[in-house]
């Protein structure tokens, strides 16, 4: 249960431990049950929703209330990671540039409108769920978020130069763990809309764009970085959370 413990730790501020050592082997592990770790904030965010929605709150606001806990329970280390890669990929000039640029802690044009972005397509998103009475279609948007880290820490995608979280997940996870869980996100998305093929489409949309994002952010950045790892979080749920919402 080392890896679940260490997924938990890293991904959430909820107290608990992971081991003490912390190597590749156990970084692996961890990423191989981040969609476990989605599952949760998922189930988290639209318990809060439900609960908004019972006391007399409006759809739009639980939704976006429900975007504010994912963020804080994560501490808002994927959004950050949108931002710096957004801001990363905006600049001009070699790979080292754009990485020192991810680096500098503040957030420049092209950071701030991706999250205006995201956060407001999560929270529209999330309301129309909720107005429908489909709880289930939004754990399975945040759930997505996470299976799309798994494909991007597959085996081939090397870590950056100077990546720290990076260095740790690159390159740990065997293609068959990845489709694994994607096969796991498409099940429980042909239950959780009224449109068995709707659900399944949304996910590997969400998966294709954040595969898309994270092979372009390899080649630019010249390898894999956490923030990368966060964009894609970001990414995937917002396409997902869209497209469940298409008939809905």
Known sequence: MNGVRLAVSWLTVLPVRGPETVDRTAGGRAIGWAPVVGLLIGTGAAGMMWLL???????????????????????????????????????????????????????????????????????????????????????????????????ACRRGIRAAPGAGFGALVAGTQLPVVALGWAGIAIAAAVFATDDWWLGPVAVCVALGGAALLVRHCVRRFGGLNGDVLGAAVELSVSIAAAVLTLRS
């Open 53 to 151: 929605g019972a006391a007399g709150a409006t759809a739009l606001l639980a939704g976006f209330v429900g975007v504010a806990a994912m963020a804080l329970i994560t501490r808002g280390m994927h959004v950050d990671g949108l931002a710096d890669t957004m801001d990363g990929l905006g600049s001009y000039g070699p790979p080292e540039r754009a990485r020192e640029i991810m680096k500098s802690g503040g957030a420049g044009p092209f950071g701030v409108a991706a999250v205006v972005f995201a956060i407001g397509i999560q929270a529209v998103s999330f309301a129309a769920l909720a107005e429908a009475g489909r709880w289930a279609a939004v754990v399975v948007a945040v759930m997505v978020g996470r299976v799309a880290v798994v494909f």
